[in-house]
């Protein structure tokens, strides 16, 4: 499994709109092959900026990959442009390979095959 995120520091002003934005999208993301699950998460409000993190769940770094690459990527992303002015600067992007996960209620995750023979 691998997570994505991107760190957005917007305006306080504008973070009524940048909710909006994100919100009122088309994401594509439920077309994309190893696509799992997406958040968009708001954190603490500092004097200056707001902090949102957008975190999306995939099933192998390659098909977060691949979604990079993909029709589907440039078109969720053809309004991006528009929103840098609600930012502080350009979003910090961060990626990680899952080590271990806990589900609630001993639910089955979302290891690969190849994962899970690592944790045994």
Same mark, same amino acid.
């Given at each position: ?13 504008q ?7 994100w919100?009122?999208r ?8 190893? /696509? ?6 708001? *954190?603490p409000s ?11 769940i995939?099933?192998?770094? $390659?098909?977060? $990959?691949?979604w990079?690459?993909? $029709? ?15 930012? #502080?600067?350009?979003?910090? /992007?961060?990626? +990680?390979?899952?080590?271990?996960e #806990?589900?609630?209620? *001993?639910?089955? *995750? +979302? #290891? ?9």
């Amino acid at each position: 499994m691998f997570i994505a995120t991107n760190r957005f520091k917007i305006n306080p002003e504008q973070q009524n709109a940048f909710r909006e934005r994100w919100l009122t999208r088309e994401t594509h993301l439920e077309t994309v092959p190893g /696509f799992v699950a997406f958040h968009l998460l708001e *954190g603490p409000s500092k004097d200056d900026h707001v902090l949102f993190v957008s975190h999306t769940i995939w099933q192998a770094r $390659e098909d977060f $990959e691949a979604w990079t690459r993909s $029709e589907q990527f440039r078109a969720a992303h053809a309004q991006a442009a528009a929103g840098q002015s609600m930012a #502080l600067a350009r979003p910090e /992007f961060e990626g +990680f390979s899952v080590v271990q996960e #806990l589900v609630m209620g *001993g639910a089955p *995750g +979302f #290891l690969t095959s190849a994962a899970a023979t690592q944790a045994a």
